[in-house]
Nanobody, 115 residues
Framework: QVQLMESGGGVVQAGGSLRLSCAAS????????MDWYRQAPGKQRELVATIARGGSTIYANSVKGRFTISRDNAKNTVFLQMDGLKPEDTAVYYCHFSKPGSGYWGQGTQVTVSS
């Protein structure tokens, strides 16, 4: 059974940086997009960034120019480099892997940005 494990969350001051990682514990065949979502208290989960298997990326307007998503296909791993963090970036961050007909979610990692 495939499990996704995030790492790299923590507490950082505004303007600081964090790098999130998400790796799959098992083999995923026909893996397509890899995504990062986040959910702040009292808010709906939102898409932060997505990267296709070929490397094309899409970002939420709120993180453009500050966050960078990348992936290592050989290791089934996705990364999220977060620079210029703001208090409004505080949330639980989840990775999501897509394949035809299904997908996988990580358990989430807390990111807290203090002002």
């Amino acid at each position: 059974q495939v499990q996704l494990m995030e790492s790299g969350g923590g507490v950082v001051q505004a303007g600081g940086s964090l790098r999130l990682s998400c790796a799959a514990s098992g083999t995923i065949v026909s893996l397509n997009a890899m995504d990062w979502y986040r959910q702040a208290p009292g808010k709906q989960r939102e898409l932060v960034a997505t990267i296709a298997r070929g490397g094309s990326t899409i970002y939420a307007n709120s993180v453009k120019g500050r966050f960078t998503i990348s992936r290592d296909n050989a290791k089934n791993t996705v990364f999220l480099q977060m620079d210029g963090l703001k208090p409004e970036d505080t949330a639980v961050y989840y990775c999501h892997f897509s394949k035809p007909g299904s997908g996988y979610w990580g358990q989430g990692t807390q990111v807290t940005v203090s002002s």
